[in-house]
């Protein structure tokens, strides 16, 4: 920025603006004191969103700073900007877990991509962040963040939406409405305060008053158009002597009028580096151009060198060197650049540029050059879009495959070309894109019933992801391969639509004897109460040591789970969870953390539940999977009832409903109304979750749920019981045992035994039930079922251990209301009951319990920030403050740490 222009236009967009000053100021303090967060500027273009950074930046002191500024012409190269931003401090990607390390190395384009995954890669990117902003902070500065690279900006994103215990600032500038998703703090910039733009016209150019507020008129009182204006106006003009011109040199103007006075060559010069920014290149494209150009009367190219036209650019105060790259002053530079230029000119610049580069950028410059469809432009970018993918940017391989597809000439090609931009866009985390692209693929595709099925499959999977579960239903309900049939049994599971179910698992039995087909088909005919179903099951379950996917896990689940055994249907699900956090399974870990967290919850784990469904709950936001909010938000409320929290549990679950209910996804609203009927069981509400429970087990498909109905039939039982509907009870405890026939593990066992102690007032079932118990928060449940019969047939003395045992796992798990129930009971039995001693893990938060039990299991804080997606300097702020809560110095005292590895269940990860 030179000249009197500058000067003026930097005067004139700070002026006024201390609050917008003072609110990045304090997004700074908070993270120089190590509760970072992300800001947004937003306004329009010449506003004072850059001047604004650049004066916020220098006041950080000894942090450190850096930046990027996204550039229209890189918009498509994937990780440009990241690169940018990070190269600076790339010397210490070795303190990064394994695999962040190979993901950001990826990313830079230091080693190959393999499988890229935007998760391993956003946390790569928060670490090597942490790691910068050692020890005395760091300031991110992203500008002009709408022509970020989509897999720069997705990356960057991710990381700024995890600051919270960190000292890293990041400040981002965006024009107009461009979404910053995840990022709530907005600061808006609008023109100068009207009567302050006046006053500095006044004071800075000797404008009179009515020049002044006629100029701020015209200008919105827009800081550049101010400056650049009021600088090119004569003292006659700003005197009022002279009239103003008309129209005034903005808009597309403002700046066009002083390219045009550019010598040609300048003008050519300018517009190949409005089209690549980068110096080497931007000299060697206008010499050749130069040379091939025909020289029109007047001119004479032929005296001028590109770096003698890049000088006259600079001498102009429209362009500047930036290290390698010519840079201009302000992106609406550039616009008028592009605006003098004729659309052939402009191909003929990507055409020369694409023979003097390689890789990503040739593709983009081959397309660019392209006159309508080109073959070979299109193939670049698919191999383009292959690289970017393998690095995990799985926004910008959309974007390299879509304009592939536009370029493509034959029908069949691009209709694929279609589908794999439609993936990518959903894998990256931008569902409606995705499903755009695919309804155009589903067009292209004409006859070709291959591809069409590849197409139907995958608008199935989306819908059932993201949309109405019926419908995935329909549409995955019409292949006949055993993997679309399998995706309709799961959609139709997710419905709740048994006579879908069983139809599609005979369907699947015409398959060849494997895994999948003997899951699929087995649940189908168990289901229609055919004897062969659990024989299948079984089956399949043998054979669980040979699985290696997280999806096979999951259908191992599903298999126990038919059986009624809830226990083994954890252990599976728990499984798919280990291998999905360590396989790069790209978009679908949030699903995938559905079933863990609720393994988790069913286990009585109830700590480590609430942590896994927040995070799955944020990874499912950020990809765009509503029936996954959906599910993590059910999961929610379900904890918050066992806790007692009656608002927290009902805003959930109402949260939950409102997506579930519409999209059709009957085992979520079953789990949400599920939450709220366990809510009035928890605070003694007996007829009130006698008439919610009876409601969920005749909720048809859509509503409601058959796995819901039977996973509850044990509070559905007591639920009657308190009610003093006996004949209810014996009803629930009838289904309970029909669908319990198969069940073979002891806590299914004992669950069953707890319900006929309940319905048949049987002593000895109690007591069956406490021996077969294996999960503590259940056995205590039983505990107070029983103790509170003994103490009301006046044996207190032989209720009161059993009273005593469920208090004291209700405290430690944090279901409060529970254990107010048996303290009560307790304290009537004869014991005034001091309060259960604080087990040492009570104190710690759900993630910090994680923290600590990966800790005991031996995982360094580089293992532990792989798994759960941390930085690895998080992972120290938690242990810091777990550490004192467990009396004990660091992770070399490894006494206390035992403790976490061989507690029982119970207290291993409850709260």
Same mark, same amino acid.
């Not at 659309?343 to 309508?372: C, F, K, N, S, Y």
């Not at 989306?462 to 109405?468: A, C, K, V, W, Y």
């Not at 409903?657 to 928890?682: K, M």
């Given at each position: 920025m030179g000249g009197v222009e500058g000067l003026l236009e930097w005067v004139f967009m700070l002026y006024g603006r201390s609050a917008e000053v003072s609110a990045l100021d304090k997004v700074i303090a908070w993270a120089r004191d190590g509760s970072g967060g992300a800001v947004v500027l937003r306004g329009e273009a010449g506003v004072g969103k850059t001047a604004l950074l650049d004066a916020v930046a220098v006041r950080g002191g000894a942090m450190r700073l850096l930046r990027t500024t996204g550039v229209e012409a890189e918009t498509d190269l994937a990780f440009a900007a990241l690169h940018q931003v990070l190269w600076p401090v790339s010397s210490m990607l070795d303190a990064l877990p394994e695999p962040q390390h190979d993901a950001v190395r990826a990313a830079l384009g230091l080693a190959a991509g393999t499988a890229g995954d935007r998760y391993l890669l956003g946390a790569g990117v928060l670490s090597l962040l942490a790691e910068a902003a050692a020890p005395d902070g760091l300031i991110?500065?992203?500008?002009?963040?709408?022509?970020?690279?989509?897999?720069?900006?997705?990356?960057?994103?991710?990381?700024?939406?995890?600051?919270?215990?960190?000292?890293?600032?990041?400040?981002?500038?965006?024009?107009?409405?461009?979404?910053?998703?995840?990022?709530?703090?907005?600061?808006?910039?609008?023109?100068?305060?009207?009567?302050?733009?006046?006053?500095?016209?006044?004071?800075?150019?000797?404008?009179?008053?009515?020049?002044?507020?006629?100029?701020?008129?015209?200008?919105?009182?827009?800081?550049?158009?101010?400056?650049?204006?009021?600088?090119?106006?004569?003292?006659?003009?700003?005197?009022?002597?002279?009239?103003?011109?008309?129209?005034?040199?903005?808009?597309?103007?403002?700046?066009?009028?002083?390219?045009?006075?550019?010598?040609?060559?300048?003008?050519?010069?300018?517009?190949?580096?409005?089209?690549?920014?980068?110096?080497?290149?931007?000299?060697?494209?206008?010499?050749?151009?130069?040379?091939?150009?025909?020289?029109?009367?007047?001119?004479?190219?032929?005296?001028?060198t590109g770096r003698m036209a890049l000088a006259e650019l600079e001498e102009s105060?429209?362009?500047?060197?930036?290290?390698?790259?010519?840079?201009?002053?302000?992106?609406?530079?550039?616009?008028?650049?592009?605006?003098?230029?004729?659309?052939?000119?402009?191909?003929?610049?990507?055409?020369?540029?694409?023979?003097?580069?390689?890789?990503?950028?040739?593709?983009?410059?081959?397309?660019?050059?392209?006159?309508?469809?080109?073959?070979?432009?299109?193939?670049?970018?698919?191999?383009?879009?292959?690289?970017?993918?393998?690095?995990?940017?799985?926004?910008?391989?959309?974007?390299?495959l879509a304009r592939a597809a536009e370029l493509t000439p034959e029908p069949r090609?691009?209709?694929?070309?279609?589908?794999?931009?439609?993936?990518?866009?959903?894998?990256?985390?931008?569902?409606?894109? +995705? /499903?755009? %692209?695919? *309804?155009? &693929?589903?067009?292209?595709?004409?006859?070709?019933?291959? =591809? $069409?099925? !590849?197409? @139907?499959?995958?608008?199935?999977?989306?819908?059932?992801?993201?949309?109405?579960?019926?419908?995935?239903?329909?549409?995955?309900?019409?292949?006949?391969?055993?993997?679309?049939?399998?995706?309709?049994?799961?959609?139709?599971?997710?419905?709740?639509?048994?006579?879908?179910?069983?139809?599609?698992?005979?369907?699947?039995?015409?398959?060849?004897?494997?895994?999948?087909?003997?899951?699929?088909?087995?649940?189908?005919?168990?289901?229609?109460?055919?004897?062969?179903?659990?024989?299948?099951?079984?089956?399949?379950?043998?054979?669980?040591?040979?699985?290696?996917?997280? +999806? /096979?896990? %999951?259908? *191992?689940? &599903?298999?126990?789970?038919?059986?009624?055994?809830?226990? =083994? $249907?954890? !252990?599976? @699900?728990?499984?798919?969870?280990?291998?999905?956090?360590?396989?790069?399974?790209?978009?679908?870990?949030?699903?995938?953390?559905?079933?863990?967290?609720?393994a988790e919850r069913i286990a009585g784990r109830l700590a480590s539940s609430q942590a896994i469904s927040e995070e799955g709950l944020e990874l499912a936001r950020e990809a765009g999977y509503e029936n996954t909010v959906a599910a993590h938000l059910a999961n929610l409320a379900v904890l918050a009832a066992l806790r007692g929290e009656e608002e927290t549990c009902e805003?959930?679950?109402?949260?939950?409903?409102?997506?579930?209910?519409?999209?059709?996804?009957?085992?979520?609203?079953?789990?949400? *109304?599920? &939450?709220?009927?366990?809510?009035?069981?928890?605070?003694?509400?007996?007829?009130?979750?006698?008439?919610?429970?009876?409601?969920?087990?005749?909720?048809?498909?859509?509503?409601?749920?058959?796995?819901?109905?039977?996973?509850?039939?044990?509070?559905?039982?007591?639920?009657?019981?308190?009610?003093?509907?006996?004949?209810?009870?014996?009803?629930?405890?009838?289904?309970?045992e029909r669908w319990s026939a198969y069940a073979a593990t002891p806590e299914s066992r004992a669950l069953l035994a707890r319900c006929r102690g309940l319905a048949e007032s049987s002593e000895e079932a109690f007591g069956e039930a406490l021996r077969l118990h294996t999960n503590p928060f259940e056995a205590a449940r039983t505990a107070l079922l029983l103790g509170e019969r003994l103490r009301r047939a006046q044996r207190p003395g032989d209720a009161r251990a059993h009273l005593r045992m469920a208090w004291e796992t209700f405290e430690r798990a944090g279901a409060r209301p529970w254990a107010r129930r048996a303290q009560g009971e307790l304290r009537a039995a004869g014991e005034s009951g001091?309060?259960?001693?604080?087990?040492?893990?009570?104190?710690?938060?759900?993630?910090?319990l994680r923290i600590a039990g990966l800790v005991a299991d031996g995982l360094s804080s580089k293992q532990i920030a792989a798994q759960l997606f941390l930085s690895p300097r998080t992972v120290e702020y938690h242990l810091y403050k777990v550490y004192p809560k467990l009396g004990i110095g660091s992770r070399t005292e490894p006494a206390r740490l035992v403790v976490l590895q061989k507690a029982p269940a119970a207290e291993e990860d409850m709260l």
């Open positions: 991110c500065v992203v500008d002009d963040f709408q022509w970020i690279d989509q897999a720069s900006a997705d990356a960057l994103l991710f990381a700024a939406r995890r600051l919270a215990t960190e000292k890293i600032a990041m400040l981002f500038a965006v024009r107009g409405d461009a979404p910053v998703k995840g990022v709530p703090l907005t600061v808006e910039v609008r023109g100068l305060p009207g009567a302050a733009a006046a006053k500095m016209l006044e004071s800075c150019c000797g404008a009179q008053p009515d020049v002044a507020r006629e100029l701020v008129t015209l200008t919105r009182a827009n800081p550049l158009a101010l400056g650049e204006i009021a600088a090119r106006l004569t003292p006659a003009q700003l005197a009022g002597r002279d009239p103003l011109p008309d129209p005034l040199p903005g808009g597309a103007l403002l700046f066009g009028d002083r390219v045009a006075a550019l010598s040609a060559s300048a003008r050519l010069l300018a517009l190949v580096a409005a089209v690549q920014a980068d110096l080497v290149l931007v000299l060697s494209a206008t010499d050749r151009l130069s040379a091939e150009r025909t020289v029109r009367p007047g001119e004479n190219m032929g005296s001028w105060g429209l362009a500047e060197l930036s290290g390698t790259r010519v840079h201009f002053r302000h992106p609406l530079i550039r616009s008028a650049v592009h605006e003098a230029a004729s659309p052939a000119m402009i191909r003929r610049v990507h055409a020369v540029l694409a023979e003097l580069t390689e890789g990503d950028r040739r593709a983009w410059h081959l397309a660019g050059a392209a006159m309508g469809q080109d073959e070979r432009a299109a193939t670049e970018l698919v191999a383009a879009a292959e690289l970017a993918r393998d690095r995990g940017g799985y926004g910008t391989a959309a974007a390299a090609a691009r209709a694929a070309r279609l589908k794999d931009a439609a993936v990518a866009a959903w894998l990256g985390g931008r569902p409606g894109q +995705a /499903e755009s %692209l695919l *309804a155009e &693929a589903r067009h292209q595709a004409g006859a070709d019933a291959g =591809l $069409a099925m !590849e197409i @139907a499959q995958l608008r199935g999977r989306f819908e059932l992801n993201s949309g109405d579960a019926a419908e995935a239903v329909r549409i995955l309900a019409a292949g006949d391969t055993l993997e679309m049939l399998a995706d309709a049994v799961e959609a139709a599971s997710y419905v709740g639509d048994t006579a879908a179910i069983i139809e599609l698992g005979r369907r699947a039995a015409a398959h060849r004897e494997g895994f999948l087909r003997d899951t699929v088909a087995g649940i189908g005919l168990a289901l229609d109460g055919d004897a062969a179903g659990p024989g299948l099951l079984r089956r399949a379950l043998a054979r669980v040591g040979e699985l290696g996917e997280a +999806a /096979e896990y %999951l259908w *191992a689940a &599903a298999a126990a789970s038919q059986l009624g055994e809830s226990d =083994l $249907a954890t !252990e599976m @699900a728990e499984r798919a969870g280990r291998v999905a956090r360590v396989s790069g399974m790209t978009g679908q870990l949030p699903v995938v953390l559905e079933f863990v967290a609720t805003r959930q679950a109402r949260e939950a409903l409102a997506i579930a209910i519409p999209h059709r996804v009957g085992l979520r609203a079953g789990v949400a *109304a599920y &939450a709220l009927a366990l809510l009035d069981l928890c605070l003694g509400r007996y007829a009130t979750a006698h008439d919610r429970f009876t409601a969920i087990a005749a909720a048809g498909p859509g509503v409601g749920h058959p796995t819901v109905v039977w996973r509850t039939a044990p509070d559905r039982v007591e639920a009657a019981v308190g009610a003093g509907d006996e004949v209810g009870a014996r009803t629930a405890l009838e289904a309970y001091q309060a259960p001693s604080s087990a040492m893990l009570d104190a710690l938060t759900p993630q910090e």
